[in-house]
């Protein structure tokens, strides 16, 4: 009998058996789940009805007062050991965990020929598999049980996600545990990763957006390691030794926050994860370290253009703003929101869209960012034929918003519509623990979200003209286009950028 199929085997068998540990739901918690957390319901009573009892005509339909408060942190929170702290937020609806751990650990190469190894990394440790087990077991189990286990590594976080049926999150959690802390990076499974990534490489500027994104980044960022770009002989070049030196240390920090939900009891779940993390054993790398450095910005507005040859421009405009926490931050979002960012409500989809056909979406946004300086954003495609008429048109409306400041209805709507988008992050319990536990290693104080409506709210008409000034200011913008150079001789002077040159070595 083929060996891999006993071993298969026999950890099916056990995730069976260790179903009777399962984690039962807590029946008398007073944790009221996010959808139920000070809910309004409308009193019928209070609409006009005719004598059948319905409204007598839409209008008349009176909504009762917005009432929403996110819930708070806090009520969530456990804390396991020193450096161990978490969110767990049970809910019985259906019968499945979401269990999620994030460490807080640096993690970059400090040459460029090891970028491509490092890249590979969070997939190595999950495919690779470890602790004896053979990926193809562990496909297998995971897939007899219909669970999954993933890893990422990124530049300030590592973390890995286990999503199962909740009798079996007891077995999954001892399966992630030999696999991830003795990744055994399997050279068969190496060979798939680096095709993909060769892949990818090859197609990176398969579509306009690609290209933007990437000329958006060349010129408006200074080089750092955080930005290096492999290329494919580097890729092919990998070996299963240079990946397994880049990991050391990965899942190893000392500042572990997790996010936990589903159908677990949270005392049962708290004495299980004690016992998970107290011998959760994986070496530190010996060597130190470094800080990432943020991102700098190359400060040179103007306007660049890849040259394609489409019909189509992809267009964006950028301009330095803000890291948070910062008080221009919710000021500006507000003023974004008028200007751009509230779809067939805002000022540039009126005008460039709806009065004058030029594009299908036009927008802006305001970068939300905690370890850099965000940016602020003008994007849209516009026909190639268009594109002075359709810039013309949008820096005519950010100047006149900058001037003359929005309408008493159009700073009502957008401050009404970003409050009231508040319950979309907390739209289920899986993504209420996430956002609580990545908050927490951000520094988000607990009464973030209740700030978030008051700072908002308080946002006034004057501070949108000062934002929008001083935010979306043209000459401070870098306007990035792909398409054919011909056609844009009026946006002259502009510096046209070479495909090949985009990536950062």
Known sequence: MNTNYMISAALCAALATLTACSLMPRKDSNVKHTQDLYAAAADSSSFPVTENGLPEHYSKIEFPEYKYVAPYPKDFRVEIAEGISGYILSDSTLPLVDFTVYFEENNLPQVLKDKAAFEMIGSMIRRGSGGGITPHVLEDSLEFVSASISTSVGTYLSAFDINCLSSYFPSMLELAKKVLTAPAFDKNQLEVVKANFVTAYERRYETPAKVLSALKSKVNYVPNP?????????????????????????????RIVFALAGDVNRDSAV?????FFADWNVEPSKSEKPTPSPLAFARKPGVYVVDKDITQANITMNQPFVRRPHPDYYPTAVASFILGGGSFSSRLMNRVRSDEGLA???????????????????AL???VETVDFALKLIFEEVEKLAKEGPTPEELEQAKKSLVESLPSLFDSPSSTASIFAKGELLGKSDDHYIDYVKEITAVTAEQVKAMIAKYFDRDKMTISIVGPVSMFDSLKPFTVIPLDSLEFR
């Open 360 to 378: 299908y979406s036009v927008y802006s946004t305001v970068g939300n960012d905690y370890r850099d300086t965000a940016m602020t954003t003008i």
């Open 381 to 383: 495609q516009t026909k």
């Open 226 to 254: 955080r930005l290096w770009d492999a290329n494919a002989a580097e890729y092919k070049a990998v070996t299963a030794a240079d990946v397994k030196r880049l990991a050391k240390g990965v899942f190893s920090s000392k």
């Open 271 to 275: 004495t299980m994860l004690k016992q």
